[in-house]
């Protein structure tokens, strides 16, 4: 129940920073022009990299540790608050540059304004480390909702007072300042001056290889539109960047909110690779649970839903959703396993696989690309099956557990998906027949493909099936 809970508190928390994006997006639209949103995207692109290199892995080397001592905690804060600083001195500096290459007015200010947000993330890094250690993500989740909520109000005042692309920069600064001035409030730790060079090697040898792969990572996943903006131009990027989004949703929301909720618990069978691994087994069971059955309805009603969405005009989004759907489905599996990796402390294995990975699929776009935008992503579903084969088959030998329990976790998930996927699709052709709506027929087939799984769901009920009860109910 405490793996619910924790589950519970962080889906909160994602929920309401959806929420927030939403309605950010409805607001901000009519308050802002398109120019504002283009400068600050600019501004984003260069402190989102700078925050991959906000705390090198440090916070996880925190929560992972088996036993934690003063200094170890104060080595770790001291070395975030140092890397935060010099982040924003770097920023600062870097801001004139960035203005004369992307020959935007105005820009150099605004990135200035967003470095001041590092010194105040970097300095309670470990605060919140602490708190997520001892599973306590009922306080990170009300810090998190406050300074969410008020850092869009803060957004959409200062939008109206006239502030342009400034209301989006003190957005983020303000989400920064108050969380960490709630984290100094809540924390018991008391950061007085300590650091030690043995200390920061050893917290070294798990945070170092753990950046490595997020470095690696994030330009894994940015090479596919680097490729394709000098390949085809960027006029193809419009497409594609919109599809690549909608395949990120599960990825970026359901397994992330179950592998920082459950990152905690799983550093505590670090010495127990079976109970981890059964602990995994379930964690895929629920996110295939959900993943699986989103992913098929959005294959079968990619049609209806981008006509919907978007319009007549991007037709091409439909064909790659076809590529993409069953790579979200499989890449919210193989991400998950990252938390396994880190919470066995076997982070340098963690980055060769990133390495493999990110070898792979820039040869796969560079190869696929050749036949266009739908070329590039059927390589990348090929190129994703044989990363999974890679990446699951050696985390199942770090788990000691089978293949056929693998399968198991996923397997019945699938196959509901699959049924409901098929009768979804007969139904849209008589739909179509009968000359309905797309957006009644949206709305009819993604209502009904939910009551069969949930029928399908309810006449077999695995134990997953009650995992997923358990978290929208108190007693399941």
């Known amino acids: 129940m405490s793996a619910v809970r924790n589950v519970r508190w962080v889906g909160m928390i994602q929920v309401t920073r959806i929420c927030v994006q939403l309605l950010g997006l409805l607001v901000l639209s009519r308050l802002l022009t398109p120019a504002d949103f283009g400068l600050v995207a600019i501004v984003f692109a260069i402190t989102n990299f700078a925050l991959l290199l906000r705390d090198m892995g440090m916070a996880s080397a925190i929560i992972q540790r088996d036993t934690l001592d003063e200094l170890t905690v104060l080595t770790a804060h001291w070395t975030n608050t140092f890397i935060g600083l010099g982040l924003a001195v770097c920023l600062f500096g870097f801001s004139f540059f960035a203005e004369r290459v992307f020959q935007a007015a105005g820009l150099a200010p605004l990135v200035q304004l967003s470095a001041l947000s590092f010194p105040f993330l970097s300095a309670t890094t470990v605060h919140q480390a602490l708190l997520e250690r001892a599973s306590k ?152 649970f959900f993943t699986a059955p989103m992913m ?34 499989i890449q919210s599996l193989v991400s998950a396993g990252g938390v396994v990796f880190q919470a066995l402390g076997r982070t340098d294995l963690l980055l060769r696989l990133g390495v493999v990975s990110s070898i792979l699929h820039v040869t796969g776009f560079i190869t696929g690309v050749q036949w266009g935008l739908l070329g590039l992503a059927a390589a990348y579903f090929f190129v994703t099956l044989i990363n999974a084969a890679i990446s699951l088959g050696v985390l199942l030998h770090l788990m000691q557990q089978t293949l056929p329990r693998l399968l198991g976790a996923i397997l019945p998930s699938m196959a509901k998906a699959l049924v409901m996927a098929t009768l979804l699709y007969f139904a849209d052709i008589e739909l179509r027949a009968v000359e309905f709506p797309p957006l009644a027929r949206l709305l009819a087939l993604s209502a009904g493909g939910g009551v069969i799984f949930l029928a399908l769901t309810r006449i077999h009920l695995m134990p997953a099936d009650r995992d997923v009860l358990r978290l929208f109910m108190k007693k399941a």
């Open 296 to 329: 098929a309805g959005l294959f079968v009603l990619r049609e209806p839903f981008v006509d919907v969405a978007l319009g007549d005009s991007w037709g091409m989004v439909a064909a790659l959703i076809m590529w993409l759907a069953p790579i979200g489905f």
């Open 137 to 288: 993500f009922s306080t990170v989740a009300r810090i998190e909702i406050v300074a969410l909520l008020t850092g869009f109000t803060v957004a959409v005042v200062s939008a109206y007072l006239g502030a342009g692309p400034y209301a989006l920069v003190l957005q983020t600064l303000t989400v920064a300042v108050l969380s960490a001035i709630q984290f100094w409030i809540v924390s018991d730790a008391k950061m007085k001056w300590g650091w030690s060079s043995e200390h920061a090697r050893v917290l070294w040898s798990y945070s170092g290889s753990l950046f490595g792969f997020n470095l690696v990572n994030y330009f894994s996943r940015n090479a596919d539109t680097m490729i394709i903006g000098r390949m085809l131009g960027p006029a193809a990027l419009g497409p594609y960047s919109l599809a690549y989004r909608v395949m990120l949703f599960p990825l970026q929301n359901l397994t992330f909110v179950a592998t920082r909720a459950l990152f905690p618990m799983m550093s505590r069978h670090q010495h127990s690779p079976q109970e981890l691994g059964a602990m995994h087994l379930r964690l895929l069971s629920v996110i295939s």
